[in-house]
Structure formats: structure tokens, C-alpha cells
């Protein structure tokens, strides 16, 4: 096998580098026109070589970053996507933080905020709890499966019969504990309950001794877009918290731009 010398590595590292920043200035360029743009006022306005601004169009092409049309390039519409998704999280955890913390102060567990990643949930701020023991699942970065938390069902009860269905049969619902919803019939039924009244529970599915309460955090259009709950030991956890954190989750709601229906 031949390895890699210092030097090469270093070469590959720089080469990364300078491609990023031809692809930065491509983008640049087409952010900055008004319309689409040919290769040839690409290549002038960066500076690039033709050839070199033909190669990396071609691959943001094929990434749907770019599209290409008639021999010009504009901006893809996946940028918009993601664009979209890093404003909403960011907004979402610069919105939700502060009011985590009161909430957290008033209740004195831990308080998680998660988003749905496929068919994950992953949680992507947390107060912790001054006197219980941080959970691996709970931990900011921390994923599971959405039907084994609180947050996770959430989404879950907004989604149709047909996406649940498919979610079953791509997953299998596996179980972690004996509490763990792992038969459609079973998860159905608490999804029901979680319509109704829009409040979910972990009742040790995702881990023996541990309990969860959560509520919908939704955008301006109506969508679930993340889930505010509170996890305790199961000999800590107070049903009667529903409403503080029904409240917190619609303050934070009501933040980002959503009316509830009359």
C-alpha cells in the first residue's frame, strides 16, 4: 500500500481549499446578476478560466446548486431549500433558548428543543437538569427514531396515514424498551391521542427510568417544524407541566410568525 506523504496530503488539502473558493465565487457572481449568466461572463467575472469554471459548474449542476439552461447558469432552487433550513433552525434556537431557560427555572429538568432529520429526530439545544444525569438520546447532536420520543411523535401525528404507513415499513419500528410503540397499531393509537390534544408523551420508550412531555413548535405557514419538551426521572416527572410547556411551545410558535386557527 503506498502512503500518503506530508507533502501530498498538504497538496490535497490546498487543492480543497482553492476549489471551495472558486465555487464561492461563482456563487458570488451569480447572486449578483440580475439574470442567468453565460460561462463566458462567468469565467470574467471571477477571473476563472473557462475550463475551470466549466468543471465546477458541471458538478454544482449535478448537485442542483446551479441549474443550467440554454448554455446559462442561474442559482438552483436546492440553495433555497437549504437556505430555508439554516434560517429556521437558527431562528428556532435563537427564539427558543431564553424561554427554554424560564421554562427550565420554573420546572427544574431538563429542557430539549429537536428538529426531524429523515426519519430521526435530533436534538439541537438543551438546558440540562442541575440534578439528574445527562442522557446520551438527549444530548444536543443526540438522535433517535422519531416514534421513540416525545418530540419525535410530534411530527409524526402531522404527517398523513400514508407517510406513517411508509415510515413503519421503512424503519420496522424497532424497540429500545419494553414501553417502546414497535407495532403500527400501537403507534396509531398514541398518535391519535397526540392529535387531540396536541401534547406527546415518552413513557420510558427510549429509555428505562426516563419520561418525557412535549409540544409542537410551529412556523408561520402552520407546519411542525420542531418540538419543545421536558425530560425528567420517571419518579420526578409531573403531568402537570403539560400546560407550562404547551404555553412555552406556543410563546415560542407565536414568536416565529404562527396564528392558531380561530
Given at each position: ?128 437538569s442541575g440534578h439528574s444525569l445527562l442522557r446520551v438520546v438527549y444530548l444536543v447532536g443526540g438522535r433517535a427514531p422519531l416514534h421513540l420520543t416525545s418530540v419525535g411523535k410530534l411530527f409524526l401525528a402531522a404527517d398523513s396515514a400514508t407517510e406513517i404507513r411508509a415510515y413503519a415499513k421503512r424503519t420496522r419500528l424497532p424497540g429500545k424498551t419494553p414501553a417502546s410503540l414497535t407495532t403500527s397499531a400501537a ?76
Open positions: 500500500m503506498t502512503q500518503k506523504t506530508d507533502a501530498s496530503v498538504s497538496g490535497e488539502a490546498k487543492n480543497s481549499i482553492q476549489v471551495i473558493e472558486r465555487m464561492s465565487l461563482l456563487f458570488d457572481a451569480l447572486a449578483a446578476a440580475p439574470g442567468e449568466l453565460s460561462l463566458k461572463a462567468l469565467a470574467q467575472a471571477t477571473g476563472l478560466h473557462p475550463s475551470t469554471a466549466h468543471r465546477i459548474l458541471a458538478a454544482l449542476a449535478h448537485a442542483h446548486l446551479i441549474e443550467r439552461q440554454d448554455g446559462a447558469y442561474r442559482l438552483g432552487i436546492h440553495l433555497l431549500e437549504l437556505g430555508n433550513l439554516v434560517k429556521a433552525r437558527l431562528n428556532i434556537r435563537e427564539i427558543a433558548l431564553p424561554r427554554m431557560q424560564r421554562l427550565h427555572e420554573d420546572i427544574g429538568e431538563a429542557v430539549n428543543l429537536g428538529v426531524r432529520r429523515d426519519d430521526e429526530i435530533v436534538y439541537i439545544e438543551r438546558t440540562s403507534l396509531e393509537k398514541d398518535l391519535d391521542k397526540i392529535r387531540r390534544h396536541n401534547l406527546a408523551f415518552d413513557n420510558e420508550e427510549a429509555e428505562i427510568g426516563l419520561k418525557c412531555i412535549a409540544a409542537p413548535i410551529f412556523d408561520d405557514e402552520g407546519k411542525v417544524i420542531a418540538g419543545l419538551s421536558v425530560s425528567a426521572p420517571t419518579e420526578r416527572l409531573k403531568t402537570e407541566w403539560a400546560a407550562q410547556i404547551k404555553a412555552a411551545a406556543a410563546d415560542i410558535s407565536h414568536a416565529l410568525g404562527y396564528l392558531p386557527p380561530r
